[in-house]
Structure formats: C-alpha cells, structure tokens
T-cell receptor, first 112, second 114 residues
Framework: EAQVTQNPRYLITVTGKKLTVTCSQNMNHEYMSWYRQDPGLGLRQIYYSMNVEVTDKGDVPEGYKVSRKEKRNFPLILESPSPNQTSLYFC???????????FGQGTRLTVV | AQSVTQLGSHVSVSEGALVLLRCNYSSSVPPYLFWYVQYPNQGLQLLLKYTTGATLVKGINGFEAEFKKSETSFHLTKPSAHMSDAAEYFCAVGTESGGQNFVFGPGTRLSVLP
C-alpha cells in the first residue's frame, strides 16, 4: 500500500530536549516536505526536498532542521524545541513538486 | 509569490443542501490548484486538482470545482451535502517556480446539520 509514515503520532517533550520526527514514503517520490498546521493559519511549509541531498527552506524554517540522505526518508529535527513549536506536523511526498501530495497521519507535538 | 484566501473559516449547511466553499488565489504565473480534505485526526487527502485543460474539475465524493481565471477563483461545490462531508477543507496553489511555491489556504471547516 502506498503511504507516508510518520512517527511518533503524539509526543510531549520539554523545552530544549532535542527530538526527531521520522517520515518515510514507499512510493519512490522525489519531492518531500514538512508542514506545520496551526488553527486559523492552514498548513505552512517548514522545509522541502526535491531529491536526495537537496533541501531548502520553506516559509517557517526557524528552529528546524532536516536531512535527506535516502530517497525514502526525510526526518524533521528540532535541536532545541520551544513552546511555540507546539503544533501538528505533517510530512508529505509527491512525484514532482506540483502533482498530488500524499500526507502522513500527522504528529501532534507538545513542548512544555 | 502566491497566496490563497478562503472565505469563511466555518461553513454550516443542512444535509442535502448545496455546499459552496470559496477559494481565491493570487499568482503571477499560471497556477496549479488543489482542494484537500482533512477528516478528524487524519492527514490530508486530495479531493481534486486543476493543472491545465478543462476548467471544471470533478473530484471524489461528488465534489467539483471550477477554475475561473478572470476571478482568480477555484470554488468547491457539491450539489447535496452528506453528513460524512463534515471535515476541514484546504485550497492550495502551486506553480512550477520551485518547491517553496506551494501554498495552502487557512482552511474552511464544514459542518453538516441533520
């Protein structure tokens, strides 16, 4: 089954404790991206990757890092999480930048 | 850079009534336009998309949308609402200018009343 898998689904952490949210897709897609969803703001792009070893900033990259060492994986790293990063995060992949994007189930992160 | 506005953060309709969710975009180049639906505690699922060709696009679950370039709009409609349509709907616009140029609107929550 074609899917994008994110882990964990739920995470509560403390300010400053490094964390990684994993994202993996099994569709051989070249394009992957991370979004955060906040009430009234829709989805805002954090980072995207157009291929292995190629990443770039989206609209709200501050406080986040990503890597794309393999085509299927695109982890999101928060080196020093802060409460304003409490949000719902989605990973997405697509075959090209403007074809249908497949989304993971989301990761609800709470930073206290 | 492009942007998307969705008029009405919350829309309520009665079961069987027409659903109309509004989306307007701004883009300096021909856009690709998408509607996604998000059910509670789930990710986003593509409803329909416009890339080129016919301006009236049909999607899943009886939804359709019409691209009107002169009005820079891509409104989503469904003739008869069903209880299962209750969800959040996002309009999105993308261009070929690069990965960053894929922007979502703020979303419209649709409630369907019995």
């Amino acid at each position: 089954e074609a899917q994008v898998t994110q882990n964990p689904r739920y995470l509560i952490t403390v300010t400053g404790k490094k964390l990684t949210v994993t994202c993996s897709q099994n569709m051989n897609h070249e394009y992957m991206s991370w979004y955060r969803q906040d009430p009234g703001l829709g989805l805002r792009q954090i980072y995207y990757s157009m291929n292995v070893e190629v990443t770039d900033k989206g609209d709200v990259p501050e406080g986040y890092k990503v890597s794309r060492k393999e085509k299927r994986n695109f982890p999101l790293i928060l080196e020093s999480p802060s409460p304003n990063q409490t949000s719902l995060y989605f990973c997405a992949s697509s075959s090209t930048v403007n074809t249908e994007a497949f989304f993971g189930q989301g990761t609800r992160l709470t930073v206290v | 850079a492009q942007s998307v506005t969705q008029l009405g953060s919350h829309v309520s309709v009665s079961e069987g009534a027409l659903v109309l969710l509004r989306c307007n975009y701004s883009s300096s180049v021909p856009p690709y336009l998408f509607w996604y639906v998000q059910y509670p505690n789930q990710g986003l699922q593509l409803l329909l998309k416009y890339t080129t060709g016919a301006t009236l696009v049909k999607g899943i679950n009886g939804f359709e949308a019409e691209f009107k370039k002169s009005e820079t709009s891509f409104h989503l409609t469904k003739p008869s609402a069903h209880m299962s349509d209750a969800a959040e709907y996002f309009c999105a616009v993308g261009t070929e200018s690069g990965g960053q140029n894929f922007v979502f609107g703020p979303g419209t929550r649709l409630s369907v009343l019995p």
